[in-house]
Structure formats: structure tokens, C-alpha cells
């Protein structure tokens, strides 16, 4: 955890990197994030479809009203910056901007704009092979009261919420429904399932469409499969074969159980993990059709 943060422009060590209880992300959640990873590669480190994160976190600002001070080719060299510094070639690496010091009040004004990028070693997400999920009472909150497709830090609390009533339950992670009383997706990762050999996705208005989403999307037809997206009702998972996770953080995560009832054996299934293998031959540089998507440090 000593390794130096990217702040302001400038690296600055570990233990320097605080803000002022004044400023205004901590209090109104006016702040902005991404989530990538970097994986060894037989080259070099490399950086999964780190243009398309960037993309996001630039939409997401924009959402905010936040006038990023950097360009979008400025922030790209400071990621590759920060991976570099790293010693271990698997990271998990966080962009974040908020606004800093202002004035008291949810509109930011006159507050400066900062932005920090760090990463962290981490290896698996979730711990467990299979995870169990429950049921979260609190509703993924809604396109129309924010901005869809988009990480904004205060929308965060009702994945925190959901989250940390999952653990109180027991389960190791929660479902959200959205709005409609459908499946939308986990506190922070999205979700497939399979039935009699076929693959879905939830289809709401509320959901992150995320990038591993996307990217499952696009290569399971070369493995054979075709994604449906389709809004998708609570007992559909109850009575699915196979149920994953997926997720720049999770990346492919096989659930075991979904309100205490096992979905197959409990463990991961057949084609959860012939996903999970492919996606990582993907993200390690492996299938040359998709090197594309790898930025080597
Ligand atoms: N949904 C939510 C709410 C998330 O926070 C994330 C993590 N970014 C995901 C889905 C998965 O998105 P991605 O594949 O882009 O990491």
C-alpha cells in the first residue's frame, strides 16, 4: 500500500494523499470514479479496454457538470503511469475526481476539481469460488433520478446499503431489483445466468451497462454463445442452471446460491466456467483478435 498516488498531476507518496474535511465529494457524494485492471501479460503489463474506461469517466463527469482539468490523453498517461510504478502486474487501478473545498450547500460552485488515480494488488473480488446473493430491499435507484451509465460516488450509497444488508443476512453479496420489481444487477457488478444451454442478461433502465457486459456480449459468439438480453423476473434466477457475476472488479464470478436456494451443485457450473477461462485468455493477451482491447504499460 506505499506505492504513490497520481494526485493533482503530481505522485504523491501513499500516506500524503488526504483531502480537507471541507470538501465537497465527502459531503454531498459530488465525485466521479472508474474501476480498471491490469494484467500480466506475455509482453508487458497491459491495461483492459482502458479507453473505454476513460470514456465513462468522462461521461460521468460531464453528468456532474465537472469540467475535468485534464485531457483525456493526460489521464490515459497518468494510468499508465501509476501501473507502471506498481511492482505487481495484477492491479485493480482507481481513477477519481471530485469536487474539493466549497461552500456549504449540494451546488458545488466554486469548488476546485481534483483528481487522483492510485491502484491496488487485488486478486479476487469476492472470495469464494461460488457466492451466495440475496434479495436486496433497496431498489437500484432509478435512470430517471440520476444519470444512467455513469459512476457517480453518491449513488454509491444504495449499493452500499444493499450490499451491507446482504452481509447482515448472511449472503455474500446483493441483487438489486430495479425500479419495476425486475432483476437489475449486484451492488456493483452485472449479471448473467443460463438456461437449458442458453445465456441472458437482465435488460432494465437502471443498470450499469457495464464494460465486462459489453464485452461478454461481443466475444461469446466465437465459444458458441449468443446473449439475450431480456427483463428478467425474480423467479427466472431462482430456477436458472448457471448464474454469474460480471464486473471490471469481480470479473467472472459464479453464484452458488440466490435466496439460499443452489443454483445447479452449489459450485461453479460447466459454462460459467468456460466463460470465466475464455474472458481471462481475453484479458491476459491471449486470443489475438482481442489484443485490440489491451493497453501494454
Ligand atoms: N454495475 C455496477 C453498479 C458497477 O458499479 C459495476 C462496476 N463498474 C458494474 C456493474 C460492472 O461494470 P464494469 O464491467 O464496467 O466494471
Redesign the pocket.
Known amino acids: 500500500m506505499m506505492n504513490k498516488v497520481w494526485f493533482d498531476s503530481k505522485l504523491v507518496k501513499w500516506n500524503n494523499a488526504k483531502v480537507h474535511i471541507m470538501t465537497h465529494g465527502l459531503h454531498y457524494g459530488t465525485g466521479i470514479f472508474e474501476?480498471l485492471r491490469c494484467y500480466k501479460t506475455k509482453s508487458a503489463k497491459a491495461i483492459f479496454r482502458l479507453d473505454d474506461h476513460l470514456k465513462r469517466f468522462f461521461k460521468s463527469a460531464e453528468a456532474l457538470s465537472m469540467r475535468l482539468p485534464y485531457s483525456f490523453g493526460a489521464l490515459k498517461k497518468a494510468v499508465i503511469t501509476i501501473a507502471k510504478l506498481h511492482k505487481e502486474k495484477n492491479l485493480y487501478i482507481r481513477p477519481l475526481a471530485f469536487y474539493g473545498c466549497g461552500k456549504i450547500g449540494p451546488d458545488p460552485r466554486d469548488a476546485k476539481i481534483n483528481v487522483c488515480i492510485f491502484a491496488v494488488p487485488l486478486k479476487h473480488y469476492l472470495a469464494k469460488e461460488a457466492v451466495s446473493v440475496k434479495i436486496s430491499p433497496f431498489k437500484r435507484i432509478p435512470y430517471f433520478s440520476y444519470a444512467p451509465g455513469t459512476?457517480i460516488c453518491g449513488a454509491y450509497f444504495n449499493?452500499a446499503l444493499s450490499s451491507k444488508w446482504a452481509h447482515r443476512k448472511g449472503a455474500d453479496e446483493a441483487l438489486m431489483l430495479d425500479h419495476k420489481g425486475n432483476i437489475a444487477?449486484g451492488?456493483?457488478?452485472?449479471l448473467f445466468f443460463i438456461k437449458n444451454g442458453k445465456i441472458f442478461t437482465p435488460k432494465s433502465t437502471d443498470?450499469?451497462n457495464?464494460?465486462?457486459?459489453d464485452t461478454l456480449i461481443k466475444v461469446l459468439p466465437d465459444i458458441g454463445f449468443r446473449v439475450i438480453e431480456r427483463i428478467t423476473k425474480p423467479r427466472e434466477l431462482l430456477n436458472a442452471d448457471e448464474v454469474f457475476f460480471?464486473?471490471?472488479?469481480v470479473e467472472i464470478h459464479a453464484i452458488g446460491r440466490v435466496e439460499n436456494r443452489k443454483t445447479g451443485n452449489g459450485g461453479i457450473g460447466p459454462i460459467t466456467q468456460r466463460i470465466k477461462d475464455f474472458y481471462s485468455e481475453i484479458t491476459h493477451g491471449e486470443i489475438q483478435k482481442y489484443k485490440k482491447w489491451l493497453t501494454l504499460t
Do not use: D, P
Open positions: 474501476g459512476k449499493a444487477e451492488a456493483a457488478e452485472n443498470i450499469l457495464g464494460i465486462t457486459r460480471c464486473g471490471t472488479g
